[in-house]
């Protein structure tokens, strides 16, 4: 399995223990799991990225998250082009500043995003690039 997509799908497992762990334990523990969620997401946007080259897809060459996500659209690699953007600007959010409260807010939303990596995993094995 390549390097990107083995990480993507070991960080979703990590992202998996984060939205059941309690995040109100202390700032360390809330901190975690933000950066799990981040790193999360560009672990995913760069395993698309690689099945979009390998599938040879002109826009997969790209190094733009954004174009990245609008071509996996396109390809079927996601389904739900606003979720995507959602967590796209979350990312942003959070790599450009540090505010305690929107930190809970997203570990709040973590189980309700979940679903969208794991439908992307089972994509890339379906496309023949994982397990």
Request: aromatic share 10%; with cysteine; proline share 2%.
């Amino acid at each position: 399995m390549n390097r990107k997509i083995e990480n993507f799908f070991s960080s979703l497992d990590t992202l998996h223990e984060a939205s059941v762990t309690d995040y109100t334990q202390n700032k360390i523990v809330l901190s975690g799991c933000v950066n799990t969620f981040c790193l999360t997401f560009e672990l995913s946007w760069k395993a698309m990225k690689y099945v979009l080259e390998s599938e040879g897809v002109d826009k997969g060459r790209t190094g733009s998250p954004k174009l990245i996500l609008m071509a996996a659209l396109t390809r079927g690699l996601i389904e739900d082009e606003n979720a995507w953007l959602r967590m796209l600007r979350l990312l942003n959010d959070e790599s450009h500043h540090y505010n305690q409260d929107c930190a809970i807010e997203l570990c709040r939303m973590i189980p309700e995003l979940l679903p969208y990596f794991d439908d992307l995993k089972e994509k890339i094995i379906a496309f023949g690039y994982g397990e």
